[in-house]
T-cell receptor, first 114, second 114 residues
């Protein structure tokens, strides 16, 4: 089946630094990818829709200048958390749509900001 | 807007017990409905789905029926195993985002004990 990878799986950074997370569709092309944030014991919250060849679409309340999204190619989207702070610590998950309205999810990236 | 409500966990069952995880939704039109499962340390995987009223999705012994009259999509399994221990998410795909945008419930953690 379709596979989506994320890198890194875990990252620890100092407050004020920026962190880039990659999401790749390994055996299919994705003109759209989705970025979610998952808080402990809570559901996935959609942050933004990454669009190949155009700007990302952000959900209400998500700071576009803080969470920079770049859909560099048909198989790669990146999320950069700029000037990270401890409250940005979370589990970030990407997904890409496949056939029949099915989403394929990456394994997630655990970000810890010290 | 669209929303999904599912029963809170954790749910703890003995092996071979019957499982029901309730899920109800609010959406415009006729969404597609999904159950995703997240095993410890892994990303979300599609468990089953249904795209129209009265459809029954099934996989690995799990079933859920799309009930439009009660706006529900309850997950059931007749005999759970220890390996079913995971977090289960109910989700819907509505009209926005070209039908690819998912709205998730808060997730229900299932623990199956011997």
């Amino acid at each position: 089946g379709a596979v989506v990878s994320q890198h890194p799986s875990r990252v620890i950074c100092k407050s004020g630094t920026s962190v880039k997370i990659e999401c790749r569709s390994l055996d299919f092309q994705a003109t759209t990818m989705f970025w979610y944030r998952q808080f402990p014991k809570q559901s996935l919250m959609l942050m933004a829709t990454s669009n190949e060849g155009s700007k990302a679409t952000y959900e209400q309340g998500v700071e576009k200048d803080k969470f920079l999204i770049n859909h560099a190619s048909l198989t790669l989207s990146t999320l950069t958390v700029t000037s990270a702070h401890p409250e940005d610590s979370s589990f970030y998950i990407c997904s890409a749509p496949g056939r029949s309205n099915t989403q394929y999810f990456g394994p997630g990236t655990r970000l810890t900001v010290l | 807007g669209d929303s999904v409500t599912q029963m809170e966990g954790p749910v703890t069952l003995s092996e071979e017990a019957f499982l029901t995880i309730n899920c109800t939704y609010t959406a415009t039109g006729y969404p597609s409905l999904f159950w995703y499962v997240q095993y410890p340390g892994e990303g979300l995987q599609l468990l089953l789905k249904a795209t129209k009223a009265d459809d029954k999705g099934s996989n690995k012994g799990f079933e859920a029926t799309y009930r439009k009259e009660t706006t529900s999509f309850h997950l059931e399994k007749g005999s759970v195993q220890v390996s079913d221990s995971a977090v289960y998410f109910c989700a819907l795909s509505g009209l926005t985002g070209g039908g690819n945008k998912l709205t998730f419930g808060t997730g229900t953690q299932l623990k199956v004990e011997l």
